[in-house]
């Protein structure tokens, strides 16, 4: 939340809330994958390897198996020593805002606009919940989305009112959907985009001459979301005093 420093990853604990709790944090979920990770390294390692690092690295080669670009990250990250549940609402970008709002917060971090427009490209794979689909489609459809389409994810999200917990979701990407390319800017310009704050995109004077470009250009954009993923992954390292390399990702180290 602060930097790149696993506070999501740190569990409730007396005295400290968790940022999972956060509404911005829906749908993320495997946090276990990690553990798994933490817990083979600590055998070969020990107190030697951050949960940060295992969380930065783990997008690293994950970008690289979806097909995306490889990126040169550094380590040497420490973890949290607490959770922003309460900074998270105002810090979080949350997919209804608009996008002067999206710059202005990635601007903050020193990301550009080329970077955050291709940040957003990471939509190009996984799903998004009905729950953050449904305004778009109930009571009425938004005009800016296809009327095919519209009726496709009718049939996805068939009720204005979806149980969060249940499995109701739409692929981003009907064609690649498990590939990071720029098939997401296509379809963004085929008024295919999921989320409100993807397909306003095509429509700001500052983003929609990169959707075109990142649409054209599947090199332009691997290369833009590399630089914005490196700038996002070193953003505002905590120092010695200030972090720590947890034994376990979920809890803090007892003193």
């Given at each position: 939340?602060?930097?790149?420093?696993?506070?999501?990853?740190?569990?409730?604990?007396?005295?400290?809330?968790?940022?999972?709790?956060?509404?911005?944090?829906?749908?993320?979920?495997?946090?276990?994958?990690?553990?798994?990770?933490?817990?083979?390294?600590?055998?070969?390692?020990?107190?030697?390897?951050?949960?940060?690092?295992?969380?930065?690295?783990?997008?690293?080669?994950?970008?690289?198996?979806?097909?995306?670009?490889?990126?040169?990250?550094?380590?040497?990250?420490?973890?949290?020593?607490?959770?922003?549940?309460?900074?998270?609402?105002?810090?979080?970008?949350?997919h209804n805002d608009t996008?002067?709002?999206?710059?202005?917060?990635?601007?903050?971090?020193?990301?550009?606009?080329?970077?955050?427009?291709?940040?957003?490209?990471?939509?190009?794979?996984?799903?998004?919940?009905?729950?953050?689909?449904?305004?778009?489609?109930?009571?009425?459809?938004?005009?800016?989305?296809?009327?095919?389409?519209?009726?496709?994810?009718?049939?996805?999200?068939?009720?204005?009112?979806?149980?969060?917990?249940?499995?109701?979701?739409?692929?981003?990407?009907?064609?690649?959907?498990?590939?990071?390319?720029?098939?997401?800017?296509?379809?963004?310009?085929?008024?295919?985009?999921?989320?409100?704050?993807?397909?306003?995109?095509?429509?700001?004077?500052?983003?929609?001459?990169?959707?075109?470009?990142?649409?054209?250009?599947?090199?332009?954009?691997?290369?833009?979301?590399?630089r914005a993923v490196l700038?996002?992954?070193?953003?505002?390292?905590?120092?010695?005093?200030?972090?720590?390399?947890?034994?376990?990702?979920?809890?803090?180290?007892?003193?």
């Amino acid at each position: 939340m602060q930097s790149c420093d696993a506070s999501l990853l740190l569990r409730r604990v007396k005295g400290m809330e968790s940022e999972q709790e956060s509404d911005r944090s829906f749908g993320m979920r495997n946090f276990k994958y990690i553990n798994t990770i933490k817990e083979a390294v600590e055998k070969e390692c020990p107190m030697t390897v951050s949960c940060a690092d295992i969380v930065a690295l783990s997008a690293r080669d994950g970008i690289l198996m979806l097909g995306g670009p490889r990126i040169e990250m550094r380590s040497g990250r420490k973890d949290s020593k607490q959770s922003y549940l309460t900074e998270v609402q105002n810090a979080i970008p949350n997919h209804n805002d608009t996008i002067d709002l999206v710059l202005a917060r990635f601007q903050s971090i020193g990301i550009d606009t080329p970077g955050t427009v291709a940040l957003l490209g990471a939509h190009s794979v996984g799903r998004v919940h009905c729950v953050n689909l449904v305004h778009r489609l109930y009571p009425t459809v938004d005009p800016t989305l296809d009327p095919e389409h519209a009726e496709y994810l009718k049939r996805r999200c068939p009720t204005p009112d979806p149980d969060p917990k249940a499995v109701l979701y739409s692929r981003n990407d009907l064609e690649t959907p498990m590939i990071l390319d720029n098939m997401f800017y296509k379809n963004l310009l085929k008024h295919k985009g999921l989320l409100m704050v993807d397909q306003q995109l095509t429509s700001h004077p500052l983003t929609s001459p990169l959707v075109e470009k990142m649409a054209a250009d599947n090199g332009y954009f691997h290369d833009q979301f590399a630089r914005a993923v490196l700038l996002l992954s070193e953003n505002n390292p905590l120092n010695e005093d200030q972090g720590e390399i947890r034994k376990d990702c979920r809890y803090v180290n007892l003193v």
